[in-house]
């Protein structure tokens, strides 16, 4: 498997606190079948209290240990980068990094509020040749109130990541239906771990997730969401997306709301 989002990197954010918790995080992620792991700290902590050069080495070291040892998995270099009015010029910086260097990026919306310069920023980026990938979507309160504007930016190219422990229901039952609806409505092209911590709902185990969205879209396209688009992605190669699908009437969220 592929794991597009993970914060394991040693005292960089939220995530991993020391290099041992990253360590433990890495080798929970080989030993369930994680082949190659994209670090993605937050944009903000490596401006703020970090540099790029010092999560670089960061990355060598643990590959270096992990070469060291048996474990047939390697780790690659991206960022979560905040979607911001900053976004575009931090890209040209070389401050926002893309995932391991292709032309993908991994983008956060703001979880609240609906700021009406999403669409110009997003379509900025696509314009200095990136490609966004929103990070998790069903956990951003635009939306959940708004899928059909997801729906409108898968339409236009934009990939999505659903974090695995959405549809096991580790982010609440209303964030378990939310990403069953978009599945339902071809939202979904990558499911990531977003893992924080070694152990827990947000350990870097994909398994379960894999398992809750085969329930939903079938074993073969739960299985493409872990490996195939991803793998591609992280090789730089082109993903074909169909096109978004119209809401069943079984599965329309914004009765909830
Ligand atoms: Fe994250």
Do not use: C
Request: cysteine-free; proline content about 6%; charged content about 25%.
């Amino acid at each position: 498997m592929y794991d597009l989002h993970a914060h394991i990197l040693p005292a960089v954010d939220d995530g991993a606190r020391t290099m041992e918790e990253t360590l433990a995080m890495t080798v929970v992620a080989a030993e369930q079948g994680t082949e190659m792991l994209l670090a993605t700290p937050h944009r903000k902590d490596v401006t703020e209290q970090s540099s790029v050069a010092h999560i670089q080495s960061l990355v060598r070291e643990v590959n270096a240990w992990l070469g060291e040892r048996d474990y047939d998995m390697t780790m690659v270099l991206g960022m979560e980068n905040h979607l911001d009015l900053d976004l575009p010029a931090e890209i040209e910086a070389g401050r926002a990094l893309p995932m391991n260097g292709t032309e993908y990026i991994l983008v956060e919306m703001p979880f609240f509020g609906r700021p009406n310069w999403v669409e110009e920023v997003l379509f900025q980026i696509q314009l200095q040749g990136l490609k966004p990938v929103l990070a998790h979507p069903e956990r951003i309160e635009a939306f959940q109130r708004d899928p059909d504007m997801l729906a409108m930016f898968v339409d236009r190219g934009i990939l999505t990541q659903v974090t695995a422990g959405s549809p096991v229901g580790h982010f609440g039952r209303r964030v378990e239906r939310i990403t069953r609806d978009m599945l339902d409505r071809n939202l979904v092209h990558i499911l990531a771990s977003d893992t924080h911590n070694p152990s827990g709902p947000r350990s870097p185990k994909l398994r379960r997730g894999v398992e809750a969205v085969a329930k939903i879209v079938g074993h073969e396209a739960a299985e493409r969401m872990v490996t195939d688009t991803p793998k591609s992605i992280l090789e730089g190669k082109t993903v074909e997306v169909e096109p978004s699908r119209e809401p069943s009437s079984s599965g329309s969220w914004w009765r909830f709301w």
